[in-house]
């Protein structure tokens, strides 16, 4: 996979930032659609891509998955309990399980799982994936008529990708559990009321923008900071301001895949 180096020898610093910050967002669309085909293609899952990709599932998400949850429980009962006791003073109780489902499960697990796996898992990977380039393990791979795309690149990006709707959906679980039970206790008595307000929240178009807002939280960790890595040895400033700029990049992702949710729910 090579994507194409771009110079502006003619032009001045301020001239050449704005081509250089499109020529990045290229290199992360071409790189995001090469390891989308890839992961559509069966002849990519040979036996060493296979074996690397169970590894990079299991490390990726097993050690962080457990305590990644407890944190979202602990967090569960504090606002459940903030928001039904100040919903109780105001005589607001009928709204206050509605908040905490839209608050927690529609916007804020999915969100915090996404930068979760992106600062334990993604970034650090594409950290990895710079460094074998630049210890030329990557020629050595291609040397020996393997592709390092396919063998060490696909299968971190689908282990990131796995790891945040892992940990969203796990947490979500949980959450809804928790706040059920912080709200009614340990009675089947609520189960009714409760199930309709999740179906409330939960209509269609929802849980359709909630399914899209994970996947898409999962393909912008996995893909941006991997396509940094990658290239950070080929722009003109530092690797320091490469993986910066690959961090911006991310995280305003994240804001705008965001704010398009937010204006799909509520709008």
């Not at 559509?40 to 998955?65: E, K, V």
Request: hydrophobic fraction near 55%; proline fraction near 4%; aromatic fraction near 10%.
């Amino acid at each position: 996979m090579g994507v194409p180096i771009f110079s502006f020898p003619r032009l001045g610093p301020a001239g050449a930032a704005p081509l250089r910050w499109l020529t990045g967002w290229w290199r992360i669309l071409f790189f995001g659609a090469c390891i989308l085909v890839l992961a559509a293609s069966p002849s990519s899952y040979g036996r060493d891509t296979r074996s690397a990709l169970l590894r990079h599932l299991y490390q990726d998400t097993a050690p962080i998955l457990w305590w990644f949850t407890a944190l979202c429980a602990l967090l569960t009962l504090v606002i459940t309990r903030i928001v039904v006791v100040t919903a109780y003073s105001y005589g607001l109780s009928r709204y206050a399980l509605e908040m905490v489902i839209r608050v927690l499960v529609l916007e804020l697990i999915p969100l915090t799982a996404a930068l979760f796996v992106a600062l334990r898992c993604t970034i650090p990977n594409g950290a990895a994936l710079a460094q074998m380039r630049r210890d030329g393990r990557f020629a050595a791979l291609r040397g020996r008529g393997v592709d390092p795309v396919v063998t060490a690149v696909l299968p971190r990006a689908l282990a990131g990708v796995y790891a945040t709707i892992t940990l969203a959906a796990v947490s979500c679980v949980v959450a809804l559990v928790l706040a059920y039970l912080a709200v009614y206790g340990w009675t089947s008595a609520g189960v009714a009321g409760y199930t309709h307000v999740f179906g409330h929240v939960f209509n269609p178009s929802v849980a359709l923008i909630f399914l899209l807002k994970t996947i898409f939280f999962s393909l912008a960790v996995s893909i941006i900071p991997m396509a940094s890595g990658l290239h950070d040895i080929e722009s003109h400033g530092s690797r320091e301001s490469a993986a910066l700029q690959g961090l911006v990049r991310m995280f305003a992702v994240l804001l705008v895949l965001e704010a398009l949710s937010l204006a799909g729910n509520y709008a």
